[in-house]
């Protein structure tokens, strides 16, 4: 392995550890309420609050979960008790989206990607802390996730009102794609047969439903749906997630097509000059949307670590850190000529970092040998 992406990939994690992960136990945490702020701006300071979602919490909580020390350890149990708190309505068994900037119920709305990243956080946090709390709270958001938005097709309804009977978006790849990471997370720590069983359902509904024939590439929406696109971070994302647990996808097509669609994605959706992931194109290749978000950057790096293309990671790599960081923290969006397009820095995002650097560390070894 090349010393200098062994190099790249180090400073990667300085970055990630000195200037990002401390934003969000300090000025991105808004103590009063317990809960991390929406967003920071490019100088590290809170942007006015109108909401605090469940998913950001969560997103939080995986963040520190799994980041190392007391300090994190400490900080995550205080987001758990925060996600607990304020977005659980044991009343309804159900997870709300939102509430407001005061703290208070805003939107009451079943949102498939909240619950996808419920699962995701409390079982990380369940296997740093074994709180039997957060073992309770996964499982029981799975059986609600399989009870509330599974259809009778196999695929699951993105968003379903307040109340859960009736249907406001059907189904969306995105959040099934998270529901198979959270899914993949839960069967390390509980259940694996059974998380099993259903994440073979959901590739096969994602087989069946969103894969496209021409490009192989996985669809936003199902087939034949207005509208529709392909995102190529997602191509990237999926083809991630399948290497995870190929025993549980063995024989189905799903794992056979991403590859390829990969390389589709590649040659549609990547800037040759700057290594850049545009946010979507379309069927026929032409761009949908130029815009150049972070988290696909993140997956493609992820992607040619896990396949193992580690000149193209090294070009690309090296690419996203003169791009994308800074050293305050990181751009959200560029535009392909590496503009910005978006100021703020929002309390998701260091998930998609966490992920991808991850990845990074268990493909390339440290500089001056193996780990």
Known sequence: MPFPLADTVGALRRHYDEA???LW????????????????????????????????????????AIAPGAAAAAHAERLFEALQHYFHDPARAAWRFSVDAQGRPLDDTRDLYT?????????LYFERSRS?????AMLAAAEAVEAGFRRDDGAY??????????RVRGPEQNPMMHLTEAYQAAARVAEPAWFAHALRGIAEAVGDQFLDAGTQCIAELPLGAADNRIEPGHQFE??????????????????????????????????????????????????????ERLWAQ?????????????????????QFQRRFLHPGGWHEVLRPDST???????????????????????AVPPAGGLA
Request: aromatic share 8%; hydrophobic share 45%.
């Open 157 to 166: 309804d993105a968003v379903r009102s307040p109340d859960g009977t009736q």
């Open 115 to 123: 619950y996808a990243f419920v699962i995701l956080a409390c079982a």
């Open 238 to 291: 999926w083809y991630a997630l399948l290497r995870a647990a190929p025993q549980v996808y063995e024989g189905l097509a799903l794992p056979l097509a991403v590859p390829r669609g990969c390389v589709w994605a590649r040659k549609a959706g990547v800037a040759p000059h700057t290594a850049g992931v545009c946010a979507a194109v379309q069927a026929d290749g032409g761009v949908h949307d130029p815009a």
């Open 20 to 22: 990002v992960l401390p």
């Open 298 to 318: 993140t997956e493609y790096a992820r992607h040619l670590a896990v396949a193992g293309e580690f000149d193209a990671l090294a070009q690309q790599l090296g």
């Open 25 to 64: 136990s300090g000025p991105g945490f808004q103590t009063q309420l317990g809960l991390p702020h929406e967003a920071l701006s490019q100088e590290g300071e809170p942007l006015p609050d109108t909401r605090f979602r469940a998913m950001a919490c969560a997103r939080q909580l995986y963040v520190h």
């Open 132 to 136: 039997p709390q957060a073992r309770r």
């Open 340 to 362: 910005l397009a978006r100021a703020d820095m929002p309390s998701t995002t260091p998930y998609h970092l966490a992920t991808c650097y991850e990845a990074l560390e268990a």
